[in-house]
């Protein structure tokens, strides 16, 4: 099956340089049809360029209904039903709270790009004070309108959230879609609170399968995916913006209890695994220090 995004009509933009340090060498890892994958060779971050531009237009045209709702799957473009999924996401969801509460017990949240809002439902319930922000009309119209929730359409820059408004902001598989992250980033800096926490997920560049598949690796998504980070990129971004990051690893986020006798072995799979880099997934777990203490 071809991928649905190439029959779209979205403007491009070249980029010159890197969007993370700017230094203006790159390797190509990949050219795949009128894309290229990108690689700087100063910090490492891996870019797509052309990109599709940061406006209204293209954002409607990415994230329409159809993103999140076709009549037939295409491994290349968003969700078959991801609304009739609902049900399936939700022990994941009520996971990535209970993370979130190791950090950051209870206050005000900010989920950007959170979709259709399954998660910020699920913190809801726990008694946190939620707010969202999502590129998609479509999928920021159903919070509103169908979960009651309170959401932005936009970007995070466009909400214009005052400063300090914020005691924890997540972005769940979200930093790989942003076009600048060093904008977003700071912005989201800019509205935490002193000791708030940030909680990212996004890609690993240097996991197993990525490696692996090079470039028809399942999660590069040309062009929906624009950023692709490992941890030295990723800790480079938040040293950038200023944050304190705690942790950063390839481990998913999941709270399963495993019998007693296999949990040991659980445990010391996942983490040697963590170790030699083989996830997908990429999670940074920061903080806004207060410039007081």
Same mark, same amino acid.
């Given at each position: 099956?071809?991928?649905?995004? $190439?029959?779209?009509?979205?403007?491009?933009?070249? /980029?010159?340089?890197?969007?993370?340090?700017?230094?203006?060498?790159?390797?190509?890892?990949?050219?795949?049809?009128?894309?290229?994958?990108?690689?700087?060779?100063?910090?490492?971050?891996?870019?797509?360029?052309?990109?599709?531009?940061?406006?209204?237009?293209?954002?409607?045209?990415?994230?329409?209904?159809?993103?999140?709702?076709?009549?037939?799957?295409?491994?290349?473009? &968003?969700?078959?039903?991801?609304?009739?999924?609902?049900? +399936?996401?939700q022990p994941l969801f009520k996971?990535?709270?209970?993370?979130? +509460?190791?950090?950051? #017990?209870?206050?005000?949240?900010?989920?950007? &790009?959170?979709?259709?809002?399954?998660?910020? +439902?699920?913190?809801?319930?726990? &008694? /946190? &004070?939620?707010?969202?922000?999502?590129?998609?009309?479509?999928? $920021?119209?159903?919070?509103?309108?169908?979960?009651?929730?309170?959401?932005?359409?936009?970007?995070?820059?466009?909400?214009?959230?005052?400063?300090?408004?914020?005691?924890?902001?997540?972005? /769940?598989?979200?930093?790989?879609?942003?076009?600048?992250?060093?904008?977003?980033?700071?912005?989201?800096?800019?509205?935490?609170?002193?000791?708030?926490?940030?909680?990212?997920?996004?890609?690993?560049?240097?996991?197993?399968?990525?490696?692996?598949?090079?470039?028809? /690796?399942?999660?590069?998504?040309? #062009? +929906?995916?624009?950023?692709?980070?490992?941890?030295?990129?990723?800790?480079?971004?938040?040293?950038?913006?200023?944050?304190?990051?705690?942790?950063?690893?390839?481990?998913?986020?999941?709270?399963?209890k495993h019998h007693k006798v296999?949990? #040991?072995?659980?445990?010391?799979?996942?983490?040697?695994?963590?170790?030699?880099?083989?996830?997908?997934?990429?999670?940074?777990?920061?903080?806004?220090?207060?410039?007081?203490?």
């Open positions: 099956m071809g991928n649905r995004m $190439s029959n779209f009509a979205l403007e491009l933009k070249e /980029w010159d340089c890197c969007n993370l340090c700017n230094y203006k060498g790159s390797v190509i890892l990949y050219n795949i049809g009128s894309f290229k994958v990108l690689k700087c060779q100063e910090c490492g971050f891996v870019y797509l360029n052309p990109r599709p531009k940061n406006d209204q237009k293209n954002l409607s045209t990415i994230y329409s209904k159809e993103y999140f709702i076709k009549d037939e799957y295409d491994v290349n473009y &968003g969700y078959k039903d991801y609304i009739g999924s609902k049900k +399936e996401y996971q990535r709270i209970q993370y979130v +509460e190791k950090f950051k #017990p209870k206050g005000k949240l900010l989920d950007i &790009g959170c979709a259709t809002g399954f998660f910020l +439902e699920s913190a809801k319930t726990r &008694g /946190w &004070g939620t707010y969202g922000v999502e590129l998609s009309e479509f999928a $920021s119209d159903y919070d509103r309108t169908e979960l009651g929730l309170i959401v932005h359409t936009g970007t995070v820059e466009s909400a214009h959230y005052p400063e300090n408004s914020f005691d924890a902001i997540t972005m /769940w598989d979200v930093l790989e879609h942003v076009s600048d992250p060093v904008e977003t980033l700071k912005e989201a800096h800019k509205i935490l609170k002193n000791e708030g926490v940030l909680i990212i997920s996004t890609l690993n560049i240097n996991s197993f399968l990525s490696k692996k598949y090079k470039e028809h /690796w399942a999660e590069l998504k040309l #062009p +929906e995916h624009l950023n692709y980070f490992n941890r030295k990129s990723l800790n480079f971004l938040m040293q950038k913006v200023s944050f304190y990051c705690l942790k950063t690893t390839t481990i998913s986020i999941n709270t399963r296999l949990a #040991p072995l659980v445990w010391a799979y996942r983490h040697l695994k963590d170790f030699l880099d083989g996830y997908d997934s990429l999670t940074a777990i920061a903080i806004k220090k207060n410039p007081n203490v």
